[in-house]
């Protein structure tokens, strides 16, 4: 047998949905109820015992019709009409058998189920009198029970559908909760792959770089040195030039392995180029780059050194200096270059700040230790409600000199 689906469309129906097993109970229990009465009336051979009979079947028909019938399932009237034909038939068994005061118990749980709380609590009470009211016609004797059983069963059901409704909310908002941290989980996953692949990135060019790069550039100028102590006619010249020449292709080849490993942000430009889209980017506050002096081409660590220590200077300023303005200034000059970031924020005291990463960005101690790495210069200067001034100087290496 189908179990009975709510005609409210799941999207605006008002109590939680009912499980298979839930569902069997009910259609057990009505259907039972029904056997038992018609049963008793046939049992004890009571004056309208085929009246009673005729009346469970027919409030059995109606119920399987309903159960069985496609449209109660999509439309909220045609459920309504099905309730209002339960209610009929029921009143029917009620008229003629003092059974029928079982069936209002599975009652409450379908008009519970089926109508908006509201509705289906007044339907609830309304059940309960007729129910009283039906067994009071078949009584003479007016007892507690009478009252109280009616009640009490109705009590009983919409605190059942009221706890059941809780639970199912409770166990929705788990679900969602634990489908939320799955999803942050595996997007964290992919940031901290993604943060790994950039930070290996950079720490090969930088090896890279400093070693080989410029082991590379040490031999070719000792190999130079070599070619002007030797006399013109020595038979080595020739192989020293044969090695200086390998030493300068191996040394391309580094500088092409440094090149393809640069982070993306310096992939499509320059240097400049990469900080003047970082300040378009900044969400807030209004952000100006500005650049000063001839630009020139710098070795890879020098660009992604300034480049992030630009990056972290200005989260910090986005996240917590409430600054309205700032200004990037990159300046070339003969010997150096000098990245400036400032801000008209509320400042704080350079000396309390901690080694600890802030929020998605670096720490003034990391800043400082990526210019120091260079040989450079890193300076902190400000002071509560004075804004803060950040400056890093690099010393230009002799090929970009």
Known sequence: MTPPVSPVPAVSRPLTPVSKVLRLCLHALLLGLLALAAGRALADSAPRAGWVVGACAVLAAVYA?????????????????????????WAALLAVSPDGLWIAFPLYFLELHLLRLRWGVAAVALTACAAIGGFLAHSSAVTPGAFLGPLLGGAVAVATVLGYQALYRESERRRELIEELITTRAELAAAERSAGILAERERLAREIHDTLAQGLSSIQLLLRAAERALPEDS????????????AQENLAEARRFVRALTPPDLEHGSLAAALERLCTGAPWPRVRFSLSGAPRVLPTPYEVAL????QSALANVVRHARAKRAEITLTF?????????????QGFDPSSATAARGDGGFGLPAMRSRAETLGGLFTVESDRGQGTAVAVTLPLPLEAS
């Open 307 to 310: 480049l992030r220590i630009a």
């Open 65 to 89: 019709g309903g159960v069985r019938a496609p449209v109660v399932h999509r439309s909220p009237r045609a459920g309504a009409v099905w309730l209002a034909a339960l209610g009929a038939a």
């Open 333 to 345: 000059m003969d010997a150096s270059v000098t990245l400036d970031i400032v801000d008209d924020g």
């Open 235 to 246: 038979a080595a010249l020739p192989h020293i030039a044969q090695a200086r020449e390998a």
